[in-house]
């Protein structure tokens, strides 16, 4: 017999095997002797009193043997089958691939930055000199932006496909069995090359291929219909399906399309800052402690507020975590955050953002909100004075609207300067945030402080550009065999909901076939 049940469990016997079944066996009225096996499904901290415990959600099999289930996708040998080109090796691009090889289709992944240990050097380069290669950084690159910017797994997109599925696939290559059961799942930049490298040799070994170096630079069409690509300005590429997952930066594929007459849309998007407190504040503040149990993780939060029927969010919350530099051209400053899998840096930071509407940039350029967002990144640049310098200020004297006379320490590796934020954000964007901040203050004890530092800008929450697509068939509206997809298209939002994309995108391609 099999029976589901929540328990409630103390930090410090999550892993005691003994207590869970004498709580099992205590909730469910039996002995611990009947329970032949357990399975924890889901597991999450409740911090809502003042006594912190984690919640599981166990599979409990009485009386009978646990079945013995193992994920394990099958991957043929592709190699000599349909090409199917894939535009960016981000998670869509990655999933799309293997998907693309189940389905019995040969997956030829171009990705116009290096491979993610090549990558290395170049994300040095921005946090220690300043230097974008704007081929190769943050947001550019095998992996795509995730790879260097956390990993957190989060999603709500459970109707859009199967998250089991992807989190499987991460585990297959690699990441921890805690990702398959935790609420907020979570696999750090540290550990994330590895299972990307991993990935690509799932994929070589189906007989696919994975290209760096590679920037599509143009489409070849004809009469309604994509016949192929063309890279890095020269070389021709040809197959009847395209894959388009080149993430939510690549502005010069949204002006290539445009430039083709191939319909692309402005999209709303957020802007703001990033916020990075002391981690201990954050920890006394959710654990309602003097110091966090060594038992409990690093804690995090998620805030949010109407101003005026403009929503205010803060969104991934990093704790533990480090402020990085993300550009992706030269002379203009994007901030994201990350952290590593043990969460173990001194620094709690998240993007605190509000939301852009069409209406708020005027005229009718599909293109306008990428400009406008391209503009505020410059002009932040601008303010930091260069070598990716970020204008920063404390947190009560930026809603106080006064320039703060010094920074605390913080994370920002390429370093911060004082400098009035509101010069760089939007009018309507720095009132937003100055009237959000104190009332998220009033909701989580600790966190209006002048020991937190913003640090701008926040800008490339999402993409500021929709490439419209059927939602039948997945394919743009305008060219049979172009499939856009995930974030880069206005899709989805992170690395799973992304994943998903990439998968329905190569089952709709089956189909398409």
Not at 43 to 62: E, G, K, M, N, T
Not at 206 to 217: L, N, S
Not at 303 to 317: A, I, K, N
Not at 333 to 360: H, Y
């Amino acid at each position: 017999m099999q029976k589901d049940i929540e328990i409630k469990v103390a930090p410090e016997n999550l892993d005691n095997t003994a207590v869970i079944l004498h709580t099992l066996a205590g909730a469910l009225n039996i002995k611990s002797s009947n329970i032949t096996d357990f399975h924890v499904l889901k597991r999450s901290i409740d911090a809502r009193s003042r006594v912190v415990i984690y919640r599981l959600q166990v599979r409990v099999f009485i009386d009978e043997e646990a079945p013995k289930e193992k994920f394990a996708p099958a991957y043929p040998n592709v190699a000599d089958q349909k090409p199917v080109i894939i535009v960016g090796a981000g998670p869509a691009g990655l999933f799309a691939a293997l998907q693309c090889i189940q389905n019995g289709m040969k997956p030829i992944v171009l990705e116009r930055g290096k491979d993610v240990k090549q990558r290395r050097r170049d994300l040095a380069a921005i946090n220690k000199q300043g230097l974008v290669n704007t081929e190769s950084n943050y947001c550019y690159g095998e992996g795509g932006a995730g790879t260097y910017s956390d990993g957190k797994l989060y999603t709500r997109s459970n109707k859009r496909g199967d998250v089991n599925q992807v989190l499987e696939i991460f585990v297959q290559h690699g990441a921890k069995q805690d990702i398959l059961i935790d609420a907020r799942p979570h696999i750090g930049t540290n550990k994330l090359p590895q299972i990307i490298t991993a990935i690509r040799e799932t994929i070589l070994a189906a007989g696919g291929e994975v290209q760096f170096d590679r920037k599509v630079t143009d489409f070849i069409l004809s009469e309604g219909k994509i016949k192929g690509v063309v890279v890095n300005g020269e070389e021709q590429l040809l197959a009847d399906a395209v894959i388009l997952a080149t993430g939510h930066s690549a502005r010069d594929m949204y002006e290539l399309l445009h430039e083709k007459n191939i319909l692309v849309e402005a999209k709303p998007f957020a802007l703001g800052v990033r916020i990075e407190h002391p981690q201990s504040i954050i920890d006394a503040a959710q654990y309602h402690c003097d110091i966090r149990s060594p038992f409990l993780p690093p804690a995090n939060y998620s805030l949010v507020e109407q101003v005026e029927d403009r929503g205010v969010f803060s969104f991934c919350m990093c704790p533990g975590g480090i402020i990085a530099p993300c550009a992706t051209y030269k002379e203009e400053i994007v901030v994201n955050g990350w952290s590593p899998s043990k969460r173990n840096n001194p620094f709690a930071n998240s993007g605190t953002v509000v939301q852009i509407n069409l209406e708020d940039v005027s005229g009718t350029d599909p293109l306008r909100m990428m400009n406008f967002q391209a503009a505020i990144e410059k002009t932040a640049f601008q303010l930091g004075g260069g070598n990716l310098v970020a204008p920063a200020q404390r947190m009560i004297d930026f809603v106080e609207n006064r320039l703060s006379v010094d920074l605390p320490k913080n994370s920002y590796l390429p370093g911060t300067k004082s400098a009035m934020l509101r010069d760089t954000l939007p009018d309507f964007v720095f009132k937003s945030l100055q009237r959000a901040l104190p009332k998220f203050g009033k909701k989580m004890k600790g966190y209006y402080t002048n020991e937190a530092i913003l640090v701008g800008v926040e800008s490339r929450s999402s993409s500021p550009v929709r490439i419209p697509r059927e939602k039948e068939s997945f394919q743009h509206p305008q060219v049979a065999g172009l499939f856009p997809c995930a974030e880069g298209a206005g899709y989805a939002g992170g690395i799973v909901s992304a994943a998903i994309d990439g998968i329905n995108c190569a089952n709709a391609v089956l189909k398409f076939q």
